[in-house]
């Protein structure tokens, strides 16, 4: 797939079927993550990829906005070290991971990370180092029924050549 057509085509995909994302597939993923541009270059991402579905419907009790989690035969947190662009560097390597998914026909949903209160909770259960910051969740799985991209914004109401 070009990129300009998974770009157009990636959509939060919250229904998963029951039908594990192989291992190699998602090593792909992360991957493409680390391949994210960095403030500085730093590079202050490390991913942990969680497949066993105690910590996933852990992860889902946890997280009100993630509860889809229950369904997903996996999940991609994304934490970063605590760097000036942290977020911005672990956005970006997040965006990475979705666009990638797409490519590869695998549905995902970017679930909240940095700000939220169960923060804490969820580094201590997956034991991530005390110094990293929570940036995201990625639910992944196979869709169950044909992805289609959300209505946006047209191009002409958001785009401003020169100046508003
Ligand atoms: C920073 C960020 C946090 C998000 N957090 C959640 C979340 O916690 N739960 C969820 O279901 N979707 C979450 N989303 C997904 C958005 O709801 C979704 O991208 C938006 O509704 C647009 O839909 P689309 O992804 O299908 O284009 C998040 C997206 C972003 C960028």
Not at 44 to 66: M, N, Q, Y
Not at 109 to 119: Q, V
Not at 127 to 136: E, N, R
Request: proline share 4%; hydrophobic share 45%; with cysteine.
């Amino acid at each position: 797939m070009e990129t300009l057509d998974a770009l157009a085509k990636r959509a939060s995909v919250r229904d998963y079927m029951n039908q594990p994302v192989p291992k190699d597939m998602l090593e792909k993923l992360v991957d493409a993550g680390r391949r994210a541009p960095s403030a500085r270059a730093v590079e202050p991402w490390e991913f942990v990829v969680i497949t066993e579905r105690a910590i996933l419907d852990k992860l889902a009790g946890i997280i009100s906005t993630g509860v889809f989690l229950k369904q997903a035969t996996a999940c991609i947190v994304v934490f970063c070290q605590d760097t000036k662009y942290y977020l911005e560097d672990g956005s970006a390597a997040t965006e990475n991971i979705l666009l990638a998914a797409t490519d590869l026909g695998i549905g995902t949903c970017w679930i909240a990370g940095d700000k939220k209160e169960y923060c804490e909770e969820v580094s201590k259960l997956l034991g991530a180092p005390g110094h990293l910051k929570l940036i995201s969740l990625i639910s992944v799985g196979w869709a169950t029924r044909e992805v289609k991209q959300r209505k946006r914004r047209p191009l002409d109401e958001v785009l401003h050549w020169g100046k508003f």
